[in-house]
């Protein structure tokens, strides 16, 4: 019992101050490209980010958004590879909280990654070889494996083309 209580006195001392942003980025933006001007989004001036130490923390050791207390912005740390970060999920988000001390406030912040087009579809072999008897009937079926691509949404892949040559006709079904 006396330890919930020490536990509870020691939670009062601090000014805890809850507030939520949430931001849109697409994926492949160069370092110090903005994310968003934090400050005014919490309605905190530069000189409290300032005195306040502002930080940013998170759970993950990667950090791919950095703080200018300076600007009182949200900047990208390193470009932003949405299918390696997220891989095929349809949503892509980094959370992380802001700190501020003296009094101790928390704001959590959401970036969300949206995709890009910047994945071509490929094969997984890059070339096939089929064996084809010459006595082989006109109109013989031979499957050909899917492509794949590995963008996601919009950006994934809807159908492709193979061409016919002089001596085979291609069907996509």
């Known amino acids: ?21 949430s931001y849109t980025i697409p994926e492949e933006m160069s370092k110090g490209s903005l994310v968003g001007n934090i400050a005014h989004d919490l309605g905190l001036q530069i000189s409290r980010l300032k005195s306040g130490k502002a930080r940013i923390f998170t759970s993950d050791s990667d950090e791919y958004v950095e703080l200018s207390r300076e600007r009182g912005v949200l900047l990208v740390k390193e470009r932003i590879d949405r299918e390696a970060l997220c891989a095929e999920t349809a949503l892509c988000a980094l959370d992380f909280q802001i700190i501020l001390e003296n009094p101790m406030e928390f704001y959590t912040v959401t970036v969300e990654i949206t995709d890009v087009n910047d994945n071509a579809p490929t094969f997984e072999k890059d070339e096939m070889k089929f064996k084809i008897s010459e006595s082989a009937v006109s109109g013989a079926v031979f499957v050909l494996e899917r492509a794949v691509d590995h963008d996601v949404g919009i950006n994934d892949l809807r159908d492709y083309l193979l061409k016919p040559s002089d001596h085979f006709a291609l069907k996509l079904h």
Not at 11 to 17: D, K, N, Q, R, T
């Open 1 to 21: 019992m006396e330890r919930q209580v020490t536990l509870f006195i020691f939670l009062l001392s601090f000014g805890f101050v809850l507030g939520q942003v």
